[in-house]
């Protein structure tokens, strides 16, 4: 099993650009997290999804979008980037037995 | 509101030494308390919760709701110990989890 998988590593946009971030999941899992990771202030939930078909807010949504069509993936987009954006996001998963299963992490870049 | 507070940004004890990470909280329900850390160049996993009441890798946190803390100890520190440790808080049944800033374990020789 891979666990958690996250697409792409590494990214650098300009102001203004898009993009998807892809999670994957082979856990089967139902639950699945987007979070930054900022210095300073730990990790915060932007966006989260209770089952496919369904998403939710976080803590920090302004600016992301997700979307959860098929259980095993979960999608955070960018419409338009701002260098705030700029920060190192995690995907997780779960089930209802509380721990989350993390991704390696994407680092963005927003100039 | 609901909060975890991790106060010390860096934590630096010699090799044999005891640790203790603290973390406070605020919750106004029954709180599930856990113990994330980050290796160097590793994803965030899950070291304990207190629900389990375990110790992994020879560490103990022992849930004190008079003092809304989630401590996280260890009677001799190793090299290995070395990490990221964030404290989180999950709400409810859909299992979001708010995280403190984190603590840097840096176990010195």
């Known amino acids: 099993n891979a666990g958690v998988t996250q697409t792409p590593k590494f990214r650098v946009l300009k102001t203004g650009q898009s993009m998807t971030l892809l999670c994957a999941q082979d856990?089967?899992?139902?639950?699945m997290y987007w979070y930054r990771q900022d210095p300073g202030m730990g990790l915060r939930l932007i966006h989260y999804s209770v089952g496919e078909g369904t998403t939710a807010k976080g803590e920090v949504p302004d600016g992301y979008n997700v979307s959860r069509l098929k259980k095993q993936n979960f999608l955070l987009g960018l419409e338009s980037a701002a260098p705030s954006q700029t920060s190192v996001y995690f995907c997780?998963?779960?089930?209802?037995?509380?721990?989350?299963?993390f991704g390696p992490g994407t680092r963005l870049t927003v100039t | 509101a609901q909060r975890v507070t991790q106060p010390e940004k860096l934590l630096s004890v010699f090799k044999g030494a005891p640790v203790e990470l603290k973390c406070n909280y605020s919750?106004?329900?029954?709180?599930?308390l856990f113990w994330y850390v980050q290796y160097s160049r590793q994803r965030l996993q899950l070291l304990l919760r207190?629900?389990s009441r375990e110790s992994i890798k020879g560490f103990t946190a022992d849930l004190n709701k008079g003092e809304t803390s989630f401590h996280l100890k260890k009677p001799f520190a190793q090299e290995e110990d070395s990490a990221m440790y964030y404290c989180a808080l999950s709400r409810g049944a859909t299992n979001k989890l708010i995280f403190g800033t984190g603590t840097l374990l840096a176990v010195q020789p």
């Open positions: 207190h629900i």
């Open positions: 856990m089967n899992h139902e639950y």
């Open positions: 997780a998963s779960s089930t209802s037995s509380y721990e989350q299963y």
């Open positions: 919750y106004s329900g029954s709180p599930e």
